[in-house]
């Protein structure tokens, strides 16, 4: 769980945020490795990740005020101190001596990765906030912790008036989606590939992703609005679809004075100003400067609604776009004058 209290700009708010910390090895092989096969591999990486730790880094690096809670293990008290070091509350992570850190492995072959995860619970607060300490905000979930976790800090989000925000990532399997609470969520973060799988899991599949894999803002807006429609989705979520160089689509639920339609956003990505590097991490990235807009948006300090909304998405995908340019993944999140030097 994070915490934020801003004190230049804003009164104060803060973010609720469970999360995972993990290191992630990075193998580079000839061939995805095969049971009972051994290869050498011509590089060896250790990087510092997991999609939480990712993107409460991002959320400090865009000057939100955040508060991590989880469990490594004693081989990744580093990774802790790096996370401070970029401005994280880690006042609540424990480090657990029994167990060793989360890790993704992933074998980097020339067509591409393949990964395996290993997860280490984050106990859930013994002391969760209360609906009395409004300093907690936001919820950022991703889905790289134990299912019943995110079911858990879903319910307590609402319990507490938190905005949730979810990037399921890794995608749930199917039973777990078709149980997931809608209604609790408020935004929904996927790539095409996930609002695909999603849709499939849900039992929409065939003609209706033909063309899938095409990226276009038109084909993700489809997809979306197959989504909203569907009877076991909630229309009150606002979805985003992020379709990498192509930016993304968002499709906000409907208003209340206007119940019919909701609103379709596209942004495009941010003009590159030098080669793409590495695109590793530019979804943590989005996501974590997208929710600190949205953290300023509800504190007062910006535009609010569908303005507040397109300015928050704006500014997630600048950070985002300079992100790519450079090599690696967390350490590449640029920090906030960075960004607001390239919107120049
Ligand atoms: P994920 O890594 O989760 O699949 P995407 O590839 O959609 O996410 O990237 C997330 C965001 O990062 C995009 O919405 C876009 O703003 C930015 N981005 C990703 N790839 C590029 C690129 N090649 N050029 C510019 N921006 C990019
Ligand atoms: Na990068």
């Not at 990712?54 to 293990?73: D, H, M, T």
């Not at 925000?165 to 995608?171: D, F, I, Q, T």
């Not at 033909?210 to 038109?218: A, D």
Request: net charge neutral; with cysteine; aromatic share 6%.
């Amino acid at each position: 769980w994070i915490s934020h209290r801003y004190r230049r700009v804003f009164p104060w708010y803060a973010a609720v945020w469970p999360f995972h910390a993990g290191l992630t090895c990075v193998t580079t092989v000839p061939t995805v490795v095969r049971p009972g096969e051994t290869l050498s591999s011509t590089h060896f990486e250790r990087r510092a990740g997991g999609k939480g730790a990712n993107q409460a880094s991002a959320v400090a690096k865009a000057g939100g005020r955040v508060k991590l809670i989880g469990a490594v293990g004693e081989d990744g008290a580093h990774l802790v101190r790096g996370l401070e070091a970029t401005g994280v509350d880690i006042s609540d992570v424990i480090v657990d001596n029994s167990e060793p850190t989360g890790r993704a492995i992933i074998q980097l072959t020339p067509e591409g990765e393949n990964c395996a995860n290993y997860l280490l619970a984050p106990p859930l607060l013994s002391s969760p906030p209360t609906s009395a300490d409004s300093s907690y905000t936001h919820l950022l979930l991703q889905n790289e912790i134990p299912w019943s976790a995110t079911l858990a800090y879903l319910e307590h989000a609402t319990k507490i008036n938190a905005t949730a925000v979810w990037n399921p990532s890794p995608l749930p399997s199917a039973e777990q989606l078709r149980a997931i609470p809608w209604g609790s969520l408020s935004w929904l973060i996927v790539n095409e590939g996930e609002v695909c799988g999603m849709l499939d899991v849900l039992g929409v599949g065939g003609d209706a992703l033909q063309g899938s894999g095409q990226k276009t803002s038109q084909h993700a807006t489809q997809l979306l609005e197959k989504l909203h429609a569907h009877p076991r989705f909630s229309q009150s979520v606002n979805v985003i679809c992020t379709l990498g160089a192509q930016g993304l689509v968002a499709l906000l639920s409907p208003s209340g004075t206007k119940k019919a339609d909701s609103d379709v956003l596209h942004v495009p990505a941010a003009k590159l100003s030098g080669p793409v590097k590495d695109t590793t991490g530019a979804g943590d990235c989005f996501a974590g400067y997208f929710v600190a807009g949205l953290m300023e948006e509800s504190a007062g300090s910006g535009p609010s609604g569908v303005v507040g909304v397109l300015r928050a998405l704006r500014l997630a995908v600048k950070a985002a776009g300079l992100c790519v340019q450079r090599p690696g993944a967390v350490e590449s999140t640029p920090v906030r004058s960075e960004v607001e030097r390239s919107l120049g």
